[in-house]
C-alpha cells in the first residue's frame, strides 16, 4: 500500500506562484510513474501532469505547458507540482496518484490517490 499526502495548497490572486508537494509512505513510489490531477466544481477529475518514475519524462495537459512543472525526488519519496502564473480557471481539489503502468494521462490507470489539497486563484 502507498498512502499519499498532499500539501502546500493555498489561495493565491492571478499571477501568483505555488508549489505542491506530495510525500509518500508505506511503500517506495521510485518504481511508479506519479499525476496530479484536478477537480474543480461540477467538473471530472481531470490530467496536469505526470512524470515516469526516473524523471527523465513528463506530461502535462495543454492548460499546464508553460506554467507548471513536475518534478520527483525518489530519494525523499516526495513530488512536487510548481504552478507559476496562475489563473482563476485553475481553483480546484489537485490530487496527487501514483500509478505501476499505463497511460499516465488517464486516472483509471492510478492505483493509489492522495486526499487532495484546495487551490484557488481570485482574480
Known amino acids: 500500500q502507498v498512502q499519499l499526502v498532499e500539501s502546500g495548497g493555498g489561495s493565491v490572486q492571478a499571477g501568483g506562484s505555488l508549489r505542491l508537494s506530495c510525500a509518500a509512505s508505506?511503500?517506495?513510489?521510485?518504481?511508479?510513474?506519479m499525476g496530479w490531477f484536478r477537480q474543480a466544481p461540477g467538473k471530472e477529475r481531470e490530467f496536469v501532469a505526470a512524470i515516469r518514475w526516473s524523471g527523465n519524462n513528463t506530461f502535462y495537459a495543454d492548460s499546464a505547458k508553460g506554467r507548471f512543472a513536475i518534478s520527483r525526488d525518489n530519494a525523499k519519496n516526495t513530488v512536487y507540482l510548481q504552478m507559476n502564473s496562475l489563473k482563476p480557471e485553475d481553483t480546484a481539489v489537485y490530487y496527487c496518484?501514483?500509478?505501476?503502468?499505463?497511460?499516465?494521462?488517464?486516472?483509471?490507470?492510478?492505483?493509489?490517490w492522495g486526499q487532495g489539497t484546495q487551490v484557488t486563484v481570485s482574480s
Open positions: 508505506g511503500r517506495t513510489i521510485s518504481s511508479y510513474a
Open positions: 496518484a501514483a500509478a505501476r503502468s499505463g497511460l499516465v494521462f488517464r486516472k483509471v490507470n492510478y492505483d493509489y
